[in-house]
């Protein structure tokens, strides 16, 4: 088994304080690699993917949306 499995594995086991133990380890190593960090603040870390995930949603959403308009009858 790799460790990104065990990591994944053991994650939903955690207590509210060790998930916020590991948020802010991955926030420490986002912070030193500085790979696609956006933005950083004492809240956290937005990088280019956490960008790219909420245009995605808010696309979607506004193309359900559109689909919704689209198959309403006409008045």
């Known amino acids: 088994m790799s460790t990104l ?3 994944e594995a053991a994650v939903p086991g955690l207590t509210t304080a060790e998930l916020l133990r590991l ?7 986002y ?4 790979d696609a960090v956006v ?3 004492r809240h956290g870390v937005v990088t ?8 995605d949603e ?3 959403a506004y193309d ?3 689909t919704e ?3 309403r009858p006409a008045r």
């Open 5 to 7: 499995a065990e990591i």
């Open 23 to 29: 948020e802010q380890t991955l926030h420490q190593l």
């Open 31 to 34: 912070r030193v690699r500085g």
């Open 39 to 41: 933005y950083d603040d």
């Open 48 to 55: 280019e993917a956490d960008l790219v995930a909420a245009a």
């Open 58 to 60: 808010a696309f979607q």
């Open 64 to 66: 359900r949306e559109e």
């Open 69 to 71: 308009y689209a198959l």
